[in-house]
Nanobody, 125 residues
Framework: QVQLVESGGGLVQAGGSLRLSCAAS????????VGWFRQAPGKEREFVAA???????YYADSVKGRFTISRDNANNTVYLQMNSLKPEDTAVYSC???????????????????WGQGTQVTVSS
């Protein structure tokens, strides 16, 4: 199994940028698909972006063109570069990982067995 730790959250003004990191330990991270999800106060957790073990990427429509997910397998880390941030991007961002074959989409929280603790992103207007 794998352990995940997110970092890089913080307070930023609208239009600014942040880069989140999801650092993994405990297993061969390169074989895992990784997703980023976020949860704002009073709302359900929602999909943000995902990357397969082969490097194929997926994005929610709300972040397409502004966010970029990437992975550095040598350093067991997945990144989420967030540009042109908006107040509505404010949420706790969590990364998740899984490597088993699954009928669940990469965009579904049900796909993932392993989750980090989350990092707060706050975008001020």
């Amino acid at each position: 199994q794998v352990q995940l730790v997110e970092s890089g959250g913080g307070l930023v003004q609208a239009g600014g940028s942040l880069r989140l990191s999801c650092a993994a330990s405990g297993d061969t991270f390169s074989s895992y698909a990784v997703g980023w999800f976020r949860q704002a106060p009073g709302k359900e957790r929602e999909f943000v972006a995902a990357i397969t073990s082969g490097g194929t990427t997926y994005y929610a429509d709300s972040v397409k063109g502004r966010f970029t997910i990437s992975r550095d397998n040598a350093n067991n880390t997945v990144y989420l570069q967030m540009n042109s941030l908006k107040p509505e991007d404010t949420a706790v961002y969590s990364c998740a990982a899984d490597r088993r074959p699954s009928a669940w989409s990469l965009m579904s929280i049900r796909r993932y067995d392993y989750w980090g603790q989350g990092t707060q992103v706050t975008v001020s207007s």
